[in-house]
């Protein structure tokens, strides 16, 4: 007797793109030699794909300057960005590099501004949780950037600050007719590059919390959060304080 068993592969989506930015800069007259009369060309080649509940990311971005002698115009390639994210029911497990936010970003924003400037975020892994009730999450890692100053067109290395931190909200929490989530969140980062006078980690600590009403009616709605910092350089310790609304 045989048995025959069939497998259905799951299917998959591939998506590439590339971006490339050529320049060369005159004299701008800013009275400044090592900013002018040289070029460039920086190149981001992303690959996506995505199979039922995995997907995942990569980056390569490559850097070539052309008539300098600058050291930081340095010729660089690289795997700037790589993901792997995995969906099991409300949960999301994210390992590689991440984008996180934290509240309206007072504390924490790690974004992309564009495909050739501004892009950060955190190597690490993230484990979220997120169902109709309740969202929380823990995060940790060392800061990403992109490596090159886009203005300045210059190489940049890795800041390597280590952030660590979590968040937990109340979603569609009742106020008579209106639905309101309130959260929480927290934030600790670690300088790589402490200073040597230091006897201890220079770095902060972060805590706020945020009210949301999503919806007031037919008037507009409402979010207002209030943050605390607590800052340590040099071996002085200060005390931070913001608000958003």
Do not use: C
């Not at 960005?81 to 590689?96: A, E, N, P, S």
């Not at 974004?111 to 169902?131: I, Q, T």
Request: net charge negative; glycine share 10%.
């Amino acid at each position: 007797m045989a048995f025959v068993q069939a497998v259905k592969a799951r299917p998959a989506s591939v998506r590439l793109t590339n971006t490339t930015v050529t320049e060369f800069r005159t004299d701008n007259e800013n009275l400044d030699p090592t900013d002018d009369n040289y070029g460039s060309v920086i190149n981001r080649l992303n690959l996506n794909g995505n199979s039922g509940p995995i997907a995942t990311s990569l980056r390569l971005d490559g850097m070539y300057f052309w008539d300098t002698k600058e050291p930081w115009h340095e010729n660089d390639a690289r795997i700037e960005r790589l993901k792997v994210q995995y969906r099991l029911g409300d949960w999301t497990i994210k390992v590689g590099d991440i984008y996180r936010q934290l509240g309206r970003g007072i504390v924490l924003n790690l974004r992309k501004v564009d495909e050739a400037g501004l892009d950060v975020l955190l190597r690490g892994g993230e484990v979220a949780y997120g169902s109709n009730r309740q969202a929380a999450g823990l995060f940790a890692g060392r800061a990403n950037i992109v490596n090159i100053d886009i203005l300045k067109q210059r190489f940049v290395d890795d800041p390597d600050d280590t952030l660590a931190g979590g968040w937990y909200a109340l979603r569609n929490l009742k106020l008579g007719s209106l639905r309101m989530t309130l959260g929480s969140h927290y934030l600790y980062r670690k300088n790589e590059s402490g200073s040597g006078t230091s006897e201890l980690d220079d770095g902060s600590s972060n805590v706020g919390a945020y009210l949301e009403f999503p919806a007031l009616g037919d008037y507009g709605s409402l979010y207002v959060e209030a943050d605390v910092q607590q800052t340590r350089e040099f071996d002085q310790v200060t005390d931070g304080r913001a608000a958003y609304g």
